[in-house]
């Protein structure tokens, strides 16, 4: 949409994923399935990778630093498993239309419960909401001006976990929200929200290196692609959020 204009199945990639998870891993206990604690149990990360987000004439992508914490206990009715991650990012946008603007703050945030499936606890479903909010105010390098940009998104989850060092995720997209305040940049124009129905995203994480055993120790490569088609149109001029790409990748240290 102006004045900034934010328009390969990727199954192959779950696919690859889960082969990946049947490799044995140095230090791992891979031959164990993955169970549900008796007592319950909370899990840490730190880490550092890489956002980008891309739509068919521009690009918004930079370093990102993130959060994560993992609660485990016995199923009980309720979710045997919530996950929560808060990401920072500063980002550079491009574009053939409108140029570029360095700097650019993104918040992110998620978070998810999930139900264990089958006595084994590998796998789970259930639900997950995000929240991406960007800022885009100032002038391109065009003289076009920016404006804020707030993306919500509700998921129907599947889980699956090979051990504890390996698990992947997909998601169908439940609904979505894009609220733009189009007046911060051009006060003659509308604040707009479109809603988004369809999407899908995929999701790994893998721990190849593992500390001494007992120490509970480890490092996490990880990745996340998420893909989401056109929303809806609003207003007299039509307004819509083109289809859209996302990539994450990332290294965590986990505790």
Known sequence: MTPFKLGRRPWPLLAVCLAL???????????EAAQSPAEPSKTWAVGAGWWRYSEPDMKLEGPQLTLYGRYDRAPSGWPDRLEAELG??????????????????MLRGQASALWQLEASGQWRAGLQVEATWVDLRGTTTSGYGGYERL????????????????SAEAGLLLRGRQQSWLSQANPNLPDITNTQKRGVYLA????????????GLSLRPWIRYTRVSDSDQVGADRWYEPNNRTWQIGLEGRW
């Open 21 to 31: 998870q049947t490799l044995p891993v140095a230090h791992a206990q891979d031959t």
């Open 88 to 105: 920072a990012a500063s980002l550079h946008y491009s574009s053939r239309s409108s140029g570029n603007l360095s700097h650019v703050p």
């Open 151 to 166: 993306n919500s998104k509700a998921w129907a989850v599947l889980q699956y976990e090979h051990s504890s060092t390996a």
């Open 204 to 215: 790994y994480r893998h721990s190849p290196w593992q500390s001494a055993e007992g120490t």
